[in-house]
C-alpha cells in the first residue's frame, strides 16, 4: 500500500512558476514508477510527465516539454514537478501516482495503482 499526498499549488501568473511535490508513504518507494496527471476543465485527466524507478528515464506529453521537468528523491520517497512558463491553458488539479508494472514508466493512467488527492494550479493571464 502506497499514500500518496501532493503539495505546492496555487495561483500564479502567466509565465511564472511552481514546484509540485509528491510524499508517498511506505518503506517501498523505490520500486514504483511515478507519474502526474491532470485535469483540466472540460478534459478527461491526462499524463503530464512520468519518470521510472531509477530517476533515469523520463517521459514528457509534448504540451509540457521543454517547460516541466519531473524529478524523484527515492531517499525522500518523494516525486517532483518543477513547471516553469506556465500558461493559463495549464490551470487544472495535478495529481501523482504510482505503478509497479513498468520499471521504465507508463503514460497508460490505467496502469496506475494509487493516486493522491491532487493539488489545484491556477494560471492567470
Known amino acids: 500500500q502506497v499514500q500518496l499526498v501532493e503539495s505546492g499549488g496555487g495561483l500564479v501568473q502567466a509565465g511564472g512558476s511552481l514546484r509540485l511535490s509528491c510524499a508517498a508513504s511506505?518503506?517501498?518507494?523505490?520500486?514504483?514508477?511515478m507519474g502526474w496527471f491532470r485535469q483540466t476543465p472540460g478534459k478527461e485527466r491526462e499524463f503530464v510527465a512520468g519518470v521510472s524507478v531509477s530517476g533515469l528515464h523520463k517521459m514528457y506529453q509534448d504540451f509540457v516539454k521543454g517547460r516541466f521537468t519531473i524529478s524523484r528523491d527515492n531517499a525522500k520517497n518523494t516525486v517532483y514537478l518543477q513547471m516553469n512558463s506556465l500558461k493559463p491553458e495549464d490551470t487544472g488539479l495535478y495529481y501523482c501516482?504510482?505503478?509497479?508494472?513498468?520499471?521504465?514508466?507508463?503514460?497508460?493512467?490505467?496502469?496506475?495503482?494509487?493516486w493522491g488527492q491532487g493539488t489545484q494550479v491556477t494560471v492567470s493571464s
Open positions: 501516482a504510482a505503478e509497479s508494472r513498468y520499471p521504465g514508466g507508463t503514460q497508460n493512467s490505467r496502469e496506475y495503482d494509487y
Open positions: 511506505g518503506r517501498t518507494f523505490s520500486t514504483y514508477a
